[in-house]
């Protein structure tokens, strides 16, 4: 395995309605926020994430220069590219239609498995799962960089892609992540609905908030490539922390 691949390891099917090196740092982003604790802040060269992508050394470089502007990155020239290791990640909620954007959204920070196991499936989840009663619940907490509470998500999946789901997966990686490079689920589509709505007790418990404090409910739908619905995700935002952005491509 090349240094390239052991800190990318995901492939990126790249989008001919998106520019090449957005699409490129919205995968490096996840890698970085998706990263062990105890991972290198040395990034491979230049020259090796761009054979890694397929893309030129231009591109490359144009991928890095936004995510320095975030400040999750620094470029010391002969010395190389460092992750940050205090950087505090941008929190906009951005739907920019390609799967490494939802990807490099959902990482960054801590993740809590809460708890999972069959469920039954409530009906704005079951409308999307035709003849099934229930689904595989999986409930985690994510926290951010200073340890507070972000966000908690619960993703009901198909059965039998949640049998082949690790736990250890979950805990570093999103669901759209584990799913697609993990157990090679060729994804389609997404589709993303962001509704504000305020905090039922559960999630006010969670999250740390007051009852009834303004949230940002995110629900992701996510089929394969034979039309069949694979996860659904209900992500629960804090008001406070996040914010909600679309960009569109002129055509």
């Known amino acids: 395995m090349t240094t390239a691949n052991a800190f990318a390891p995901d492939s990126l099917v790249l989008n001919g309605k998106l520019p090449l090196w957005y699409q490129v740092s919205q995968s490096l982003r996840a890698s970085i926020l998706g990263r062990p604790a105890d991972a290198p802040l040395r990034l491979p060269t230049e020259e090796e994430l761009a054979a890694h992508y397929g893309v030129s050394v231009l591109t490359l470089r144009q991928a890095l220069k936004e995510l320095e502007a975030e400040g999750l990155i620094s ?9 940050e290791p205090a950087a505090r990640r941008a929190v906009p909620v951005k739907l920019l239609g390609s799967v490494d954007a939802i990807v490099a959204q959902q990482s960054g920070g801590r993740t809590t498995i809460l708890s999972h196991g069959p469920a039954p499936l409530p009906p704005d989840a079951a409308e999307h799962f035709p003849g099934r009663t229930e ?39 999103p ?77």
Do not use: C
Request: proline letters at 5%.
């Open 175 to 251: 669901m759209t992540k584990v799913l697609r490079d993990v157990l090679g689920v060729r994804i389609s589509r997404i589709t993303d609905t962001v509704t504000a709505r305020l905090a039922d007790p559960d999630t006010a418990r969670l999250l740390g908030v007051p009852l009834l404090s303004p949230i940002l409910h995110y629900t992701g739908v996510t089929y394969d490539d034979t039309g069949q619905v694979a996860d659904v995700a209900h992500i629960h935002y804090r008001g406070d922390r996040f914010s909600f952005s679309v960009t569109m491509e002129a055509p």
């Open 75 to 83: 470029r010391h020239r002969r010395r190389g590219t460092f992750i």
């Open 135 to 173: 689904a595989v619940s999986f409930r985690r907490l994510r926290h951010d960089e200073s340890g507070e509470p972000s966000n908690w998500a619960q993703n009901y999946v198909r059965p039998e892609l949640a049998a082949g789901i690790d736990l250890a997966d979950l805990e570093r990686w």
